[in-house]
């Protein structure tokens, strides 16, 4: 079945750039999404990107498609305590959305 | 900005009994979802919901499971004999189209 992965933890350092990445299965998904989960709180929809994109640009935020091997990333410009948070990658199959387990953002001073 | 929103935040209900978690999508939306996050875990699809009914469900959406639209604003979750097990937080999300809208949540318990 479809199956969404990606890396539970990554530390950046204040300022620097955050790089979060995803694979996913369904080669028939045609849109794949990036939400924020603040601690407590709900899914914050960032982005998304269309499947017949190669990349979209949204302010400090940066997502990268590689169809051909089913690899989505987010990233994040001269990241800010924040951008602290976990970061869900999700793929469209079959008008429901298909979870990754998040990836937990940890800023370092 | 237009919004999801979900109550209550947080129900604590005993093993057996009928909860109803209440959600209002976004206004001019036509598609709204279920979805459930067990602490530590995925968020999992339960149910999705277009034309007042059932679109999709997964293996968790069970008989003791339903979901309704009662008047034109709300959107409602049943689970009729809950237990131990359906301890989580529960979204509910709304789209148009492309864009699913989360809500923030409520937090059952099953104690």
């Known amino acids: 079945g479809e199956d969404v992965e990606q890396s539970l933890f990554l530390s950046v350092r204040e300022g620097d750039s955050s790089v979060i990445n995803c694979t996913y299965t369904?080669?028939?998904?045609?849109?794949l999404y990036w939400y924020k989960q603040e601690p407590g709180a709900g899914l914050q929809l960032l982005t998304y990107?269309?499947?017949n994109m190669d990349m979209k640009q949204d302010q400090r935020l940066t997502v990268l498609l590689n169809k051909k091997d089913k690899h989505l990333s987010l990233r994040i410009a001269d990241t800010q305590t924040g951008d602290s948070a976990i970061y869900f990658c999700?793929?469209?199959?079959?008008?429901?959305?298909?979870w990754g387990a998040g990836t937990k953002l940890i800023i370092k001073p | 900005e237009p919004e999801v929103t979900q109550t209550p935040s947080h129900q604590v209900t005993q093993m057996g009994q009928e909860v109803i978690l209440r959600c209002v999508p976004i206004?001019?939306?036509?598609?709204f979802y279920w979805y459930r996050q067990i602490l530590g875990q995925k968020v999992e699809f339960l149910v999705s919901?277009?034309?007042?009914?059932?679109?999709?469900k997964s293996e968790i959406f069970d008989d003791q499971f339903s979901v309704e639209r009662p008047d034109g604003s709300n959107f409602t979750l049943k689970i009729r004999s809950t237990k131990l097990e359906d301890s989580a937080m529960y979204f509910c999300?709304?789209?148009?189209?492309?864009?699913?809208?989360f809500g923030p949540g409520t937090r059952l318990t099953v104690t």
């Open positions: 206004s001019n939306h036509l598609y």
């Open positions: 990107i269309f499947s």
């Open positions: 999300a709304s789209t148009s189209e492309y864009e699913q809208y």
């Open positions: 369904d080669s028939s998904s045609t849109y």
């Open positions: 919901f277009y034309n007042n009914e059932i679109s999709e």
């Open positions: 999700a793929e469209n199959s079959n008008y429901q959305l298909i």
